[in-house]
Structures are given as C-alpha cells and as structure tokens.
C-alpha cells in the first residue's frame, strides 16, 4: 500500500468523533447527575435534551464507522461477517497505521467506560426517585383511602371506638 487507505482515514475520523461525541455525553449526563442530586429540575430538562441529542449523533457515527469497517476489511481480505474487530484490521495494517488504529481504538474504549459509568449513576439515582416518588403516592393513596372509608365498629386492642353509631367493644365479641 502506498498510501492510507481511503477507509482507513474515514475510520479513523470516525472513531475520533466517536470518542469526542462519548466525552460529550460523558459531561451531560454528570452535569445531569448533578442537577438530580441538587433537585434543579429545570435544568435537568435541558441536559436531557443535549444527551437525547448526542445520542442520535453517536448513532450516526455508529453506522459510519460500522459502513468504513466493512470497507476496510474488504479492502484487506478480512471476512465481513462477522464484521472484524480493529484489533483484526491493525494486525493485517503496516505497523505505523496499525499503532494509529489501535492508539484511537483504546482512547474510545476509555470514552465509551467513562459515559457507559456516568449514565450508569445517573440511571441508579434516578430509579432511586422512582422508588422513593412510587412510596410517597403509595402513602398517599392509602391515607386517602382511609379517609373515605365509614369508621370500624370497634378497635383491634378492645379499646372503644368514636364516631361510630353504636360503641362496641372488642371482648364482648370473644364471649
């Protein structure tokens, strides 16, 4: 090969965005993270947006980097399905592009922990407000259950009860 090949380049820049768009992410859902444990429910709203975003563009990244892989692999005469891994393309490249592929592949695998952990932690603080949100209505509904339902004739301890029509005891019943 005389020069880099053409997919070559374009996965390279690839996988740079890719890394540049997971760090991107990485920061919106720790800024999320921190706007759910200070309660700014606001901004929360907007870093949702900014993540949903990033998503989609690591999608789009996601494909073009799976379309300049197979163009790769063809390129080299790797098999396609399953559609070889960089480690498979670095070893059939000359050692200079294969260091280069290998370097960014290593650098998105750290982007890609990094914002696999921040969602991680704000998914477990958030299912914990879910938690603690469904105990609260689950309260709720049960004192507005409560407060609709007419008074028993008598308490559990034997002990009179008030507000019923006719006071009972709960020892005249075990006779």
Same mark, same amino acid.
């Given at each position: 090969?005389?020069?880099?090949?053409?997919?070559?380049?374009?996965?390279?820049?690839?996988?740079?965005?890719?890394?540049?768009?997971?760090?991107?992410?990485?920061?919106?859902?720790?800024?999320?993270?921190?706007?759910?444990?200070?309660?700014?429910?606001?901004?929360?709203?907007?870093?949702?947006?900014?993540?949903?975003?990033?998503?989609?563009?690591?999608?789009?990244?996601?494909?073009?980097?799976?379309?300049?892989?197979?163009?790769?692999?063809?390129?080299?005469?790797?098999?396609?399905?399953?559609?070889?891994?960089?480690?498979?393309?670095?070893?059939?490249?000359?050692?200079?592009?294969?260091?280069?592929?290998?370097?960014?592949?290593?650098?998105?695998?750290? *982007?890609?922990?990094? !914002?696999? #952990? @921040?969602?991680? +932690? $704000?998914?477990?603080?958030?299912?914990?407000?879910? %938690?603690?949100? &469904?105990? *609260?209505?689950?309260? !709720?509904? #049960? @004192?507005?259950? +409560? $407060?609709?339902?007419?008074?028993?004739?008598?308490? %559990?301890?034997? &002990?009179?009860?008030?507000?019923? !029509?006719?006071?009972?005891?709960? +020892?005249?019943?075990?006779?």
């Amino acid at each position: 090969m005389n020069g880099k090949p053409h997919a070559l380049e374009v996965l390279l820049a690839c996988l740079d965005r890719l890394r540049t768009r997971n760090q991107a992410w990485a920061a919106f859902a720790e800024a999320h993270h921190a706007d759910m444990v200070a309660g700014r429910f606001a901004n929360m709203a907007a870093s949702v947006d900014a993540m949903e975003r990033e998503l989609v563009s690591i999608a789009d990244e996601e494909d073009m980097r799976i379309r300049s892989t197979l163009e790769l692999a063809f390129e080299l005469d790797l098999p396609d399905d399953p559609p070889p891994r960089l480690s498979d393309l670095a070893d059939r490249l000359p050692s200079d592009w294969a260091d280069e592929l290998r370097a960014i592949g290593q650098k998105l695998r750290e *982007a890609v922990a990094k !914002a696999e #952990e @921040a969602g991680k +932690r $704000s998914s477990e603080l958030a299912l914990i407000g879910l %938690r603690v949100s &469904q105990g *609260a209505i689950r309260l !709720a509904q #049960e @004192a507005a259950t +409560r $407060s609709i339902r007419p008074p028993a004739a008598y308490a %559990r301890s034997g &002990q009179r009860t008030n507000g019923t !029509a006719v006071p009972v005891f709960q +020892r005249a019943w075990k006779a």
